[in-house]
C-alpha cells in the first residue's frame, strides 16, 4: 500500500513538472521569440538638424528586415569635421556616418572608410550620378575604389536676387546684366572672390585651366600641377579685375554671410552668390520678392563663357573598424536609396543624388534645387583639391581691395598669379 502511494505522488510530480514545463514553453513563444534572432547594434552619426528624420529611416529599415532584431545608438555630429571627429578614436567610432565629400582623402588615409563592392557596388552606381558616384572615389594603385554612399549633391554656389530690381529676365543671364541692374538702383552685387571656393568659378569657366595632385597609394601628395598662371589664368585675373573697377563700387568683393544678409535687409544689395545654408534666412527677408538662377556667364577674353565652379556632396561611410561592417554596409545603401533621398528633399529641401529622385516632379518643380542641379551639371565635383589651394586663392585678389587700381597692371596680375602657383604647386 505504501509502496502504490509513493508511485502515485511520482506520478502526480511527473505530470506536475510536464504542465510546467509547457507553461515555460509557451511563454517563450509569446515573449522570447526575439531572443533567438540575431541582434545587430549600430551606431550611426548624423547631424543634429537631420536626428529625427535618420531616427524614422532607421526605424523602417529595421521593420524592412525582420529576421535581425537591431539596435541603433545615435549620435551627433555634423558632416563640415566629421572627418576630424572620427578619426580622433576610428576604431571605436560609429559604424556608419556622414561626412562632406572633401573629407574622404583624409578619412580614407586615417583607415575610416570601408570599400564598396559586389552587388551594393553596383546598385550605387546605378542609381546615382556618375559625378556623385566620382566623389565617392579614389583612385590608388591606378585604379578606381568608391568609399562612400552618395547622400546629397547640393553643395554648390549660385545667384540669389531681388525679382523686383531684375524685372528683365535677361540680366539674370550675364554679370554685366547683374552689374548693370544693381547700378540703376544704387545697389550692389557680391561676390566672395577672396574665397577660393567661389573664385575658382572664374578659373573652372576655361576648362583648359585645371590643378591635379598626384598621390602615392596612401593618398600623400606626391605633386601637384596647376596652370592658373598662364595666358589664360592671366585673362581670368584681366576680368576679375575689370569687374571689380568698372562697377564704380556696384561690384562688392567679400567673403561674410552676414554682409549679404545686411544688404538684403536694408535694401543696398540687389543680387549675391551665395548657397542653400542660406535660403531660408533669405526667404525670410526677401519672402517672395526672392529669386534664384545659375551663376552668370562673364566676359574673360573677349568673350562671354559660363562661371562654373565646385560641387560638393554630402556622403555616407561605412567605418573600416565597424564590428558589423556588412550590416553597415546595409544600412547606409538603405539610407541613401531612392525613397530615403526623397525624403531628404521633402524634409530637409536637400537635392537627391539618386536619378529616379531627381527626376521627380518634386524636385523638378522645386525652384531652388532645380537650380542647384542645373549649375551642379556645369560644375566640377569638389575632390582632390591641392592642400595648400584654398589659402592661396584667398589670398590671391585681396590686391584689389587693399591697393589702388592703377596699381593693378597685367604685369602685377601676372605677379599675383604666379605668386599663387608658386604656393600651389609641388614637384615630384
Known amino acids: ?16 513538472l510536464g504542465v510546467f514545463a509547457a507553461c515555460g514553453d509557451k511563454n517563450n513563444t509569446n515573449q522570447g521569440g526575439d531572443d533567438n534572432k540575431p541582434k545587430v547594434t549600430l ?4 547631424s543634429q538638424e537631420d536626428q ?3 531616427k524614422e529611416m532607421c526605424d523602417a529599415y529595421a521593420a524592412a528586415n525582420p529576421d535581425k532584431t537591431y539596435k541603433f545608438l545615435f549620435g551627433i555630429q555634423g558632416e563640415s569635421d566629421a572627418a576630424d571627429k572620427v578619426l580622433n578614436d576610428v576604431t571605436s567610432g560609429p559604424d556608419v556616418f556622414s ?30 550620378t556618375a559625378d556623385s558616384v566620382d566623389a565617392a572615389t579614389l583612385t590608388i594603385g591606378g585604379e578606381d575604389q568608391v568609399y562612400a554612399y552618395p547622400m546629397t549633391g547640393d553643395n554648390n554656389f549660385y545667384v540669389y536676387y531681388d525679382k523686383r530690381v531684375y524685372t528683365d529676365a535677361t540680366q539674370l543671364e550675364t554679370l554685366d546684366g547683374l552689374i548693370a541692374g544693381a547700378q540703376a538702383n544704387q545697389m550692389n552685387v557680391q561676390f566672395a572672390l577672396t574665397n577660393g571656393w567661389y573664385l575658382s568659378s572664374f578659373f573652372f569657366a576655361n576648362p ?13 601628395e606626391q605633386s601637384v600641377e596647376i596652370n592658373f598662371n598662364n595666358a589664360d589664368g592671366l585673362d581670368v585675373a584681366r576680368s576679375v579685375r575689370d569687374y571689380y573697377y568698372g562697377s564704380n563700387g556696384a561690384f562688392v568683393i567679400q567673403t561674410d554671410d552676414a554682409k549679404i544678409t545686411a544688404g538684403f535687409t536694408d535694401g543696398t544689395t540687389a543680387a549675391a552668390v551665395s548657397g542653400i545654408w542660406n535660403l531660408k534666412t533669405f526667404q525670410g527677408l526677401l519672402g517672395d520678392n526672392l529669386g534664384v538662377c545659375i551663376l552668370p556667364k562673364v566676359k574673360i577674353g573677349g568673350e562671354y563663357v559660363q562661371l562654373s565652379g565646385f560641387t560638393g556632396y554630402k556622403l555616407i561611410g561605412v567605418n573600416n573598424f565597424s564590428a558589423n561592417k556588412g550590416e553597415a554596409h546595409k544600412l547606409a545603401l538603405w539610407l541613401t536609396n531612392e525613397a530615403n533621398q526623397i525624403k531628404r528633399h521633402e524634409v530637409r529641401g536637400f537635392g537627391p543624388t539618386n536619378k529616379n529622385a531627381i527626376a521627380t516632379d518634386a524636385v523638378q518643380n522645386d525652384p531652388v534645387i532645380s537650380v542647384i542641379l542645373q549649375q551642379a551639371a556645369l560644375n566640377r565635383p569638389q575632390k582632390g583639391v591641392p592642400s595648400n589651394f584654398w589659402t592661396a586663392t584667398e589670398a590671391l585678389f585681396l590686391p584689389f581691395i587693399t591697393e589702388e587700381r592703377d596699381l593693378q597692371t597685367d604685369e602685377k596680375l601676372q605677379e599675383m598669379l604666379d605668386a599663387c602657383v608658386k604656393v600651389i604647386k609641388k614637384e615630384a
Do not use: P
Not at 505504501?2 to 506536475?16: D, G
Not at 551606431?43 to 548624423?46: F, G, N, Q, S
Open 208 to 220: 583648359d585651366l585645371y590643378y591635379k595632385v598626384n598621390y602615392d597609394e596612401n593618398l600623400v
Open 99 to 128: 561626412f562632406a565629400s572633401d573629407q574622404i582623402n583624409k578619412l580614407y588615409t586615417g583607415g575610416a572608410l570601408a570599400r564598396l563592392g559586389g552587388a551594393i557596388l553596383d546598385e550605387v552606381k546605378a542609381n546615382n
Open 52 to 54: 529625427a528624420m535618420v
Open 43 to 46: 551606431t550611426v552619426w548624423a
Open 1 to 16: 500500500m505504501k509502496f502504490t502511494k509513493i508511485i502515485s505522488l511520482l506520478l502526480l510530480v511527473v505530470m506536475c
